[in-house]
């Protein structure tokens, strides 16, 4: 079983930076591959970022964050981080990390198997 724990959402200006981090237990770190969603209101759960470390720390993104984000981890603490910088209205959701305990980096919902509950990330104009 592995748990997951999302931190550093909150409320930032256009322009601005948060760092949201996703502490894991309950397994070995290092084995997972794990990415991040984000939820906006009235829409669909969507792909913001993914790494692997069985494969080498390899890291993808979503055309819409590419540039801006940056996926990282720190495997002596278990946990993952998203780097948000340059932020936008439409960056505001709730963002989740998710965890894979097999194969690579992946970007649909349904190829993760545990999730947290999620962080509040609002962008003011």
């Known amino acids: 079983q592995v748990q997951l724990v999302e931190s550093g959402g909150g409320l930032v200006q256009t322009g601005g930076s948060l760092r949201l981090s996703c502490a894991a237990s309950?397994?070995?770190?290092?084995?997972?591959?794990m990415g991040w969603f984000r939820q906006a209101p009235g829409k669909a759960r969507e792909f913001v970022a993914t790494?692997?470390?069985?494969?080498?720390?390899?890291?993808y993104y979503a055309d819409s964050v590419k540039g801006r984000f940056t996926i990282s981890g720190d495997n002596a603490k278990n946990t993952m981080y998203l780097q948000m910088n340059s932020l936008k209205p439409e960056d505001t959701a709730v963002y989740y990390c998710?965890?894979?305990?097999?194969?690579?980096?992946?970007?649909?919902?349904?190829?993760?198997?545990?999730w947290g509950q999620g962080t509040q990330v609002t962008v003011s104009s």
């Open positions: 998710a965890a894979r305990l097999f194969g690579s980096i992946a970007t649909s919902r349904g190829q993760y198997d545990y």
């Open positions: 309950g397994r070995t770190f290092t084995n997972y591959a």
């Open positions: 790494i692997s470390w069985n494969s080498g720390g390899l890291t």
